[in-house]
């Protein structure tokens, strides 16, 4: 299948109908199986003036985002939502890095002589390493609330680093969230939660997925309305 400028063709066993995601990178046709070119290409022709403007739209939002200093200057990160000090130190004493919670909440980051990575590696490692172990702790807390009466308990919950995707749900129940995440506020994380955990039951995003969505979360759409305005900002700086 030839695919329009600009458009990336996917095929989706999962998926049960045609649609278009659109992202800063570019429009996605996603075509479910059994689907023939004729088709999905007429479908994009029919939505093509919608995803084209949606794509300006995106790409002009993001491009009025002023990136923030790198992490290697310290300053503050939005932990959590809220400004958060990032304390960084070079020791010649350190032989490996360190990264702590200060009881004041500040991340106190403390980078070993020697070593091979850029500052600004180092601590975006040291950063990772300490919000993947809080992230998933907080996912499991959040997973146990909304999942254990309606049965949506996911087998595994994984913390990842993704370049475009807030979370994921696997065929085995087995759910992935981004660790930018962890830098969003907690109603926003709460709700990527509910929404990986209703994929358990719904591997689609049908009338039936959002009812289940509203009953567990029934101010989902305010949640959701945060992301869309304010993620682009925390996936260009953290991810």
């Not at 400028?5 to 989706?12: E, P």
């Not at 595994?156 to 807030?166: D, E, G, H, L, V």
């Not at 289940?212 to 700086?237: I, M, N, T, Y």
Request: aromatic residues 8%; charged residues 25%; proline residues 7%.
């Amino acid at each position: 299948m030839s695919a329009p400028a600009g458009v990336t063709l996917r095929r989706s066993p999962r998926a049960r109908q045609l649609r278009l995601v659109v992202k800063p990178q570019g429009i996605e046709l996603v075509i479910p199986d059994g689907i023939g070119e004729t088709q999905a290409l007429a479908f994009f022709q029919r939505h093509r003036a919608w995803a084209e403007r949606k794509l300006a739209e995106i790409r002009e939002r993001a491009a009025r985002i002023e990136p923030d200093a790198p992490l290697a200057r310290g300053g503050a990160v939005p932990f959590q939502g809220q400004a958060t000090p990032l304390i960084v130190t070079p020791s010649a004493l350190s032989r490996r890095l360190q990264i702590l919670r200060r009881d004041d909440g500040a991340f106190e980051i403390t980078l070993p002589a020697g070593y091979s990575g850029s500052a600004e590696q180092q601590v975006r490692a040291a950063l990772f390493a300490w919000i993947r172990r809080w992230l998933e702790g907080e996912a499991r807390r959040l997973a146990s609330w909304h999942g254990e009466e309606p049965g949506l308990l996911p087998r595994a919950i994984r913390i990842k680093r993704m370049s475009t995707r807030w979370g994921s749900c696997g065929p085995a129940n087995d759910i992935n969230l981004n660790w930018v995440l962890a830098f969003a506020p907690p109603a926003v994380l709460e709700y990527v939660v509910v929404h990986e955990l209703c994929h358990i039951r719904h591997r689609n995003h049908s009338e039936a997925y959002w009812m289940l969505v509203s009953e567990l979360l029934p101010d989902w759409p305010r949640r959701r309305a945060w992301l869309k305005q304010h993620g682009v900002a925390l996936l260009r700086r953290f991810a």
